[in-house]
T-cell receptor
Framework: GESVGLHLPTLSVQEGDNSIINCAYSNSASDYFIWYKQESGKGPQFIIDIRSNMDKRQGQRVTVLLNKTVKHLSLQIAATQPGDSAVYFCAENSGGYQKVTFGTGTKLQVIP | NAGVMQNPRHLVRRRGQEARLRCSPMKGHSHVYWYRQLPEEGLKFMVYLQKENIIDESGMPKERFSAEFPKEGPSILRIQQVVRGDSAAYFC??????????????FGPGTRLTVT
């Protein structure tokens, strides 16, 4: 079936550098995308979302880019901090209501 | 405003026993979702409920699993006759209906079920 997946399972970055986490999706009907952060032992935490009529959205230190042509989504974290260490999930919605489908996840490790 | 609450946080059951997982949504939220997460994997949708109604249970195993969200009280995910393969983290999320807005779901801390 349709799925959302990630290119890199683990990403290590130096503190202060920028991080880019990628996600590929296969459901062309998806019209809404979300990035979640999950710290060890905790539930996912909403970071940022983007609708399919946009190709970029910025938040505080984070930017989400959407390329519908190649069905690719990325999360950019500026000036990565140790507190950013977590697993990041992209998720997509195409159900017309609030059901989302999660990707596998990328573990971000920040090196002090 | 308290967040989504789940209890217990950790639950150990022997094979064949029943597991009951509880979720209290955020105040004012009338939509509840249950997800299951295996180690090193993403969250898999199980069921979506509104008060007294199951809206979508397409991710729920056909047997042994059931969910409810009564008019009063928390949402309950019930697993009968648990097997080792049921061992996972179960997350609950809640949201409000917001037209033309984000589908932001607020997640609870999860219940980690271990079947021995």
């Amino acid at each position: 079936g349709e799925s959302v997946g990630l290119h890199l399972p683990t990403l290590s970055v130096q503190e202060g550098d920028n991080s880019i986490i990628n996600c590929a999706y296969s459901n062309s009907a998806s019209d809404y995308f979300i990035w979640y952060k999950q710290e060890s032992g905790k539930g996912p935490q909403f970071i940022i979302d983007i609708r399919s009529n946009m190709d970029k959205r910025q938040g505080q230190r984070v930017t989400v880019l959407l390329n519908k042509t190649v069905k690719h989504l990325s999360l950019q974290i500026a000036a990565t901090q140790p507190g950013d260490s977590a697993v990041y999930f992209c998720a997509e919605n195409s159900g017309g209501y609030q059901k989302v489908t999660f990707g596998t996840g990328t573990k971000l490790q920040v090196i002090p | 405003n308290a967040g989504v609450m789940q209890n217990p946080r950790h639950l150990v059951r022997r094979r064949g026993q029943e597991a009951r997982l509880r979720c209290s949504p955020m105040k004012g939220h009338s939509h509840v979702y249950w997800y299951r997460q295996l180690p090193e994997e993403g969250l898999k949708f199980m069921v979506y409920l509104q008060k007294e109604n199951i809206i979508d249970e397409s991710g729920m195993p056909k047997e042994r699993f059931s969910a409810e969200f009564p008019k009063e009280g928390p949402s309950i995910l019930r697993i009968q006759q648990v097997v080792r393969g049921d061992s996972a983290a179960y997350f609950c999320a809640s949201s409000q209906i917001q037209v033309l807005s984000s589908y932001e779901q607020y997640f609870g801390p999860g219940t980690r079920l271990t079947v021995t």
